[in-house]
């Protein structure tokens, strides 16, 4: 919660980056989807270099290739265009968005890790976990978003799923996730230019921001 006499500073503070776009370990090149560990540790999907990078707090100088970071490609050691990232906090590893190889692959945090594992072939977008650890994934060339159980390589239809379209039961590339402790899904769909809400169950969407058709 927010305190009612809370301020607000006037300029950011650069965490990561902030030296140009480039490959250098202190820059980063179109960066996407990020996740923040309790320690205020951030990760980063460093789309166009083809890694994650991770940058410890208060380290604001250089940060650390912590998977891929191999050229781009599809090899285990290697990633190709990834855009989004997450932290699981109980096996300790990184669940990736690897968006130009069509898949979702887990990267174990252990120090001399140097290749990760194929958790599912899909299309994606976006990523979140909830508080029962399932794992959603936004397909934005589905445009649908899957609810997945640890091992399942096909998952349970939770939004979308209609082909593309702007009616209430259909998506439109959507891109970014949020899943509340009912298992209430809010989703950014991109090509409808507007927010949806999908509860548990559920067979179409509300709308609660944006466009009105």
């Given at each position: 919660?927010?305190?009612?006499?809370?301020?607000?500073?006037?300029?950011?503070?650069?965490?990561?980056?902030?030296?140009?776009?480039?490959?250098?370990?202190?820059?980063?090149?179109?960066?996407?989807?990020?996740?923040?560990d309790d320690d205020q540790t951030v990760?980063?999907?460093?789309?166009?270099?083809?890694?994650?990078?991770?940058?410890?707090?208060g380290d604001t100088t250089n940060g650390?290739?912590?998977?891929?970071?191999?050229?781009?490609?599809?090899?285990?050691?290697?990633?190709?265009?990834?855009?989004?990232?997450?932290?699981?906090?109980?096996?300790?590893?990184?669940?990736?968005?690897?968006?130009?190889?069509?898949?979702?692959?887990?990267?174990?945090?252990?120090?001399?890790?140097?290749?990760?594992?194929?958790?599912?072939?899909?299309?994606?977008?976006?990523?979140?976990?909830?508080?029962?650890?399932?794992?959603?994934?936004?397909?934005?060339?589905?445009?649908?978003?899957?609810?997945?159980?640890?091992?399942?390589?096909?998952?349970?239809?939770?939004?979308?799923?209609?082909?593309?379209?702007?009616?209430?039961?259909?998506?439109?590339?959507?891109?970014?996730?949020?899943v509340n402790g009912q298992q209430n899904?809010?989703?950014?769909?991109?090509?409808?230019?507007?927010?949806?809400?999908?509860?548990?169950?559920?067979?179409?969407?509300?709308?609660?921001?944006?466009?009105?058709?």
């Amino acid at each position: 919660n927010i305190s009612a006499n809370a301020t607000r500073t006037q300029n950011g503070v650069t965490i990561a980056g902030g030296k140009g776009k480039g490959g250098a370990t202190n820059q980063l090149d179109s960066p996407l989807g990020l996740f923040v560990d309790d320690d205020q540790t951030v990760v980063i999907a460093d789309r166009w270099n083809n890694r994650i990078m991770q940058w410890k707090n208060g380290d604001t100088t250089n940060g650390q290739v912590v998977a891929g970071g191999n050229a781009q490609g599809n090899g285990l050691n290697q990633l190709s265009s990834p855009i989004d990232v997450l932290i699981d906090k109980e096996i300790d590893c990184l669940i990736i968005c690897d968006s130009g190889d069509q898949r979702i692959v887990r990267w174990s945090r252990r120090s001399g890790t140097t290749q990760g594992e194929v958790l599912i072939g899909t299309t994606c977008a976006g990523l979140v976990r909830d508080e029962q650890r399932y794992l959603y994934v936004c397909g934005a060339r589905k445009h649908d978003v899957r609810r997945y159980q640890l091992g399942e390589k096909n998952g349970i239809l939770v939004a979308g799923g209609n082909g593309k379209g702007d009616e209430l039961n259909q998506l439109s590339y959507p891109t970014y996730l949020f899943v509340n402790g009912q298992q209430n899904v809010y989703v950014s769909d991109c090509g409808n230019h507007r927010v949806m809400k999908w509860t548990k169950g559920a067979t179409e969407g509300i709308l609660v921001a944006g466009a009105q058709g």
